[in-house]
């Protein structure tokens, strides 16, 4: 069963295929301008919304049914053509528009013995890309 999906990386939990995420954080900020003005207190003004951001880890097995390097170089080929992807878990499109890969930490945990990742746990930054 499919319960979501980052681009075309499907997150799923089936009999032959186990791609999940976990440890996901959504946070959101806001921008302050600060004035100084002259002996008296600063000033402090309201810009705007800077863009949220998700993080998440993704657990990648081939003996839970997944060629961890294949997502990997999606994830590579996604973070290094800005590509603005849809994240969707469940039936719930998150953010406003699209997410943009702003970077991940790949921990490689057991490989074969031809030395191919067999599992994989890749940490995903995500920050929020608007439309114009």
């Given at each position: 069963?499919?319960?979501?999906?980052l681009g075309?990386?499907?997150?799923?939990?089936?009999?032959?295929?186990?791609?999940?995420?976990?440890?996901?954080?959504?946070?959101?900020?806001?921008?302050?301008?600060?004035?100084?003005?002259h002996l008296?207190?600063?000033?402090?003004?309201?810009?705007?919304?800077?863009?949220?951001?998700?993080?998440?880890?993704?657990?990648?097995?081939?003996?839970?049914?997944?060629?961890?390097?294949?997502?990997?170089?999606?994830?590579?080929?996604?973070?290094?053509?800005?590509?603005?992807?849809?994240?969707?878990?469940?039936?719930?499109?998150?953010?406003?528009?699209?997410?943009?890969?702003?970077?991940?930490?790949?921990?490689?945990?057991?490989?074969?013995?031809?030395?191919?990742?067999?599992?994989?746990?890749?940490?995903?930054?995500?920050?929020?890309?608007?439309?114009?």
């Amino acid at each position: 069963m499919q319960i979501g999906c980052l681009g075309d990386i499907a997150f799923q939990v089936s009999a032959d295929t186990v791609r999940t995420i976990s440890d996901m954080t959504w946070s959101g900020s806001a921008n302050y301008a600060t004035h100084s003005r002259h002996l008296t207190d600063a000033l402090v003004e309201f810009t705007g919304l800077a863009p949220d951001a998700i993080s998440f880890d993704v657990t990648l097995s081939a003996y839970l049914g997944v060629s961890p390097m294949a997502d990997v170089v999606k994830i590579w080929d996604y973070e290094r053509s800005g590509r603005a992807l849809q994240l969707v878990l469940g039936s719930k499109a998150y953010g406003k528009y699209r997410w943009v890969i702003k970077s991940h930490k790949i921990k490689m945990q057991t490989f074969d013995g031809h030395g191919n990742l067999t599992s994989a746990t890749v940490s995903l930054s995500l920050t929020e890309y608007t439309e114009r």
